[in-house]
């Protein structure tokens, strides 16, 4: 499937996730299995793998060399996220996770200077804020691919570009519609009607279709979730664990998988590629969107991750999958991880 057929109406898709969801036991079974389906899903993959192997020899030491600390406490940097501002970065965080996609276009990206095209993303977003105050719910509905475009400073006549920012004016139109239909066009209200759960979050997120982040793989669905995942980890870090940002179940929480995490296990020698996939990498040629090669990839990291944390565990030092991936994924914005070799580049609305 393509990217562009993924813009599909708004109102028929949250249309079909209210009627799936009409059930109150139904949407508890899913609560309650949502990260472990992500988790099954993926050791599946992993086991049956063509293109990718976990190189399990190498997962203990690997996982023992780590500076764990840098797992323990993340923290966010002030100069490209919107902090301290109450229910403004409840706002902030939502409508940055919902366009925290994009990854497959960013070398088209214009970026500013020093930074990756996420760190682009978010900066420009965390400028509007400081500047005009946060988007609300109304605002976010009616936005037009051209005020994307102008927010986050790109070249309106570069076509996969514009093709971002359309997709990224989807998903902020279909936040703001989301907002506005079940929760009075309130932020606060969404996350609240989590009750502190971030697998709750989770499944009130993927009711939206660019969260909704689940792939065929032969005869099975694998699910990864990344985006709806990372909202609640993100709103704690930047909350310090209060208020809007308490959630009593980050520690179910998978990595959030994209194209950076791999590319470092690979670097690193825990993940071994096919060697025509790798070249097709290490040539810059993108990586179609839920084909074999992209699921073996995103799965194979989070099953990779999986093993690390249980082999920390099992050393008695207490990690979460969710503090090795800030581990990881910051690990990857070191110069070397970007010069040795370019990460699989997929067009996609989930990464």
């Known amino acids: 499937m393509s990217v562009v057929s993924r813009q599909l109406s708004v109102e028929k898709n949250l249309h079909i996730r209210e009627n799936l969801c009409k059930s109150v036991s139904q949407l508890k079974v899913m609560e309650s299995s949502l990260t472990e389906t992500v988790r099954s899903s993926c050791k599946e993959v992993a086991e049956r793998a063509t293109y990718v192997r976990i190189d399990d020899d190498a997962i203990r030491e690997y996982a023992l060399s780590f500076p764990i600390e840098q797992a323990i406490s993340p923290e966010l940097d002030p100069n490209t996220h919107y902090l301290d501002n109450g229910e403004g970065t409840v706002a902030f965080f939502l409508t940055l996770d919902t366009i925290n996609f994009g990854s497959g276009y960013f070398p088209q990206l214009r970026k500013r200077q020093g930074l990756s095209g996420y760190f682009t993303v978010a900066s420009s977003l965390n400028d509007f804020y400081n500047n005009q105050g946060p988007l609300s719910a109304e605002q976010l509905s009616?936005?037009?691919?051209?005020?994307?475009?102008?927010?986050?400073?790109?070249?309106?006549?570069?076509?996969?570009?514009?093709?971002?920012?359309?997709?990224?004016?989807?998903?902020?139109n279909d936040l703001g519609q989301y907002l506005t239909r079940y929760y009075n066009g309130s932020f606060l209200e969404l996350?609240?009607?989590?009750?502190?759960?971030?697998?709750?979050?989770?499944?009130?997120?993927v009711k939206m279709p660019f969260f909704d982040d689940v792939?065929?793989?032969?005869?099975?669905?694998?699910?990864?979730?990344?985006?709806?995942?990372?909202?609640?980890?993100?709103?704690?870090?930047?909350?310090?664990?209060?208020?809007?940002?308490?959630?009593?179940?980050?520690?179910?929480?998978?990595?959030?998988?994209?194209?950076?995490?791999?590319?470092?296990?690979?670097?690193?020698?825990?993940?071994?590629?096919?060697?025509?996939?790798?070249?097709?990498?290490?040539?810059?040629?993108?990586?179609?969107?839920?084909?074999?090669?992209?699921?073996?990839?995103?799965?194979?990291?989070?099953?990779?991750?999986?093993?690390?944390?249980?082999?920390?565990?099992?050393?008695?030092?207490?990690?979460?999958?969710?503090?090795?991936?800030?581990?990881?994924?910051?690990?990857?914005?070191?110069?070397?991880?970007?010069?040795?070799?370019?990460?699989?580049?997929?067009?996609?609305?989930?990464?």
């Open 215 to 351: 792939e065929s793989y032969d005869d099975m669905r694998v699910h990864f979730y990344k985006r709806a995942q990372l909202t609640s980890a993100d709103l704690s870090i930047a909350l310090k664990g209060q208020g809007p940002g308490r959630f009593e179940d980050l520690h179910k929480l998978t990595i959030f998988a994209d194209n950076l995490v791999p590319h470092v296990l690979r670097i690193d020698g825990i993940l071994l590629y096919d060697e025509n996939l790798a070249k097709h990498i290490d040539s810059g040629t993108l990586i179609p969107s839920g084909s074999a090669q992209e699921v073996e990839i995103r799965a194979c990291a989070v099953h990779a991750v999986e093993l690390m944390a249980e082999e920390l565990r099992k050393a008695g030092r207490e990690v979460t999958s969710q503090g090795l991936d800030y581990l990881l994924w910051n690990r990857g914005q070191q110069p070397y991880y970007k010069r040795i070799k370019p990460r699989h580049r997929t067009r996609t609305v989930f990464y």
């Open 142 to 172: 009616q936005l037009k691919v051209r005020d994307c475009t102008k927010m986050f400073g790109q070249n309106p006549e570069n076509k996969p570009v514009q093709e971002l920012m359309q997709l990224f004016t989807t998903a902020l």
């Open 191 to 205: 996350v609240e009607a989590a009750d502190n759960s971030a697998e709750r979050l989770a499944n009130l997120l």
